[in-house]
């Protein structure tokens, strides 16, 4: 018989006050996702009030089901709670039985948000460090949608013959091809993971020993071995170098030449906030030094011209 175990996507301090109540184990986000493939929809069991139902396997072989509450449910954490207590104290041969439940926030990235969660399947296609704000709590805030195109659930690619954005983000697809997905936004966020990291912008990056860009920098730093000198000295004695190091590797498992290669936002929020195994990356897109007269400058080009009527940009062939 398939378990149910709860799981609630919210954040805050009433999701602490809520694991007092509960007499059931507590499943970590990374049990639940790792048992449901990420939440990948290829498990979709069905929908309801609260969101979707993903079937799962346990690392011992059980077989389970996931009830995950959606951000846009119409149904709250009370009414989650309430089915959770009621529903571990029956007990009837008749009924699944609750295994236990999780009560985690995961959406720590708005990117996870416009990808997955809201109703329309968005692509930012110009996610930059001068496109994420910071609040006085410095939280992020993602802005300028500009040149962000919708997509219906169903959909999840696109191609056009106007390539927009701002080079050293887009990903080699989209910038030589004008192919983008969801993946171009993961190019453009392990760009800025690793810019974060470095204290360095990928566009304008010039390292007079390899005359490499910063994300080819970074690739033969961690060939090398060396993935520590990539760090920004400002934040070498302060920073926890572990946690660094992970996202340096996250940072290149994000900006892999080919789209298939890179992971999608729920694999990249899991990976930061868990301690799961992090597969080898591959070759990173865009190894070369780019020359550029501005370096942040969006662009707007024909895919059959190299003239851009904006911005005066150069781009070099791989």
């Avoid at 919210?10 to 999701?15: A, I, K, P, S």
């Avoid at 609260?50 to 709250?76: H, P």
């Avoid at 009621?86 to 990117?111: A, M, P, T, W, Y």
């Avoid at 070759?283 to 501005?294: C, E, F, I, W």
Wanted: net charge neutral; glycine share 8%; proline share 3%.
């Amino acid at each position: 018989m398939a378990r149910i175990v709860g799981y609630n996507k919210r954040t805050g301090q009433e999701n602490e006050d809520q694991n007092e109540d509960l007499e059931l184990p507590l499943f970590k986000l990374a049990t639940i996702a790792n048992a449901t493939g990420n939440f990948s929809i290829n498990n979709k069991l069905g929908e309801g009030g609260f969101g979707l139902v993903y079937k799962g396997t346990l690392a011992d072989g059980q077989e389970i089901a996931v009830k995950r509450l959606s951000k846009i449910s119409e149904q709250g954490l009370k009414e989650l709670k309430n089915e959770v207590i009621l529903f571990s104290k029956l007990q009837h041969r008749n009924l699944v039985k609750l295994l236990g439940c999780c009560i985690q926030g995961e959406e720590k990235l708005g990117l996870l948000y416009i990808h997955q969660d809201s109703r329309l399947r968005i692509i930012h296609r110009d996610l930059k460090a001068s496109n994420v704000l910071l609040d006085q709590d410095m939280n992020p805030k993602i802005s300028d949608f500009g040149l962000a195109r919708t997509f219906a659930r169903d959909e999840t690619e696109g191609n056009t013959n106007r390539v927009v954005g701002t080079y050293g983000y887009m990903a080699p697809e989209y910038a030589s091809d004008g192919q983008f997905s969801v993946k171009s936004d993961v190019f453009s966020f392990g760009v800025l993971l690793l810019e974060i990291v470095s204290g360095k912008r990928n566009r304008g990056f010039y390292h007079s020993d390899n005359k490499l860009n910063l994300i080819g920098h970074a690739w033969k730093l961690w060939n090398k071995g060396m993935p520590s000198q990539l760090i920004d000295a400002c934040i070498q004695d302060s920073c926890n170098f572990s946690e660094v190091i992970r996202c340096i590797h996250i940072g290149l498992l994000c900006v892999q030449q080919h789209s298939e290669d890179r992971p999608c936002m729920p694999s990249v929020i899991l990976m930061l906030g868990s301690e799961i195994v992090l597969s080898k990356p591959k070759q990173p897109g865009y190894l070369a030094h780019r020359k550029s007269t501005r370096p942040d400058s969006s662009s707007s080009m024909p895919e059959s011209s190299s003239t851009n009527t904006i911005t005066i940009s150069e781009l070099e062939g791989r």
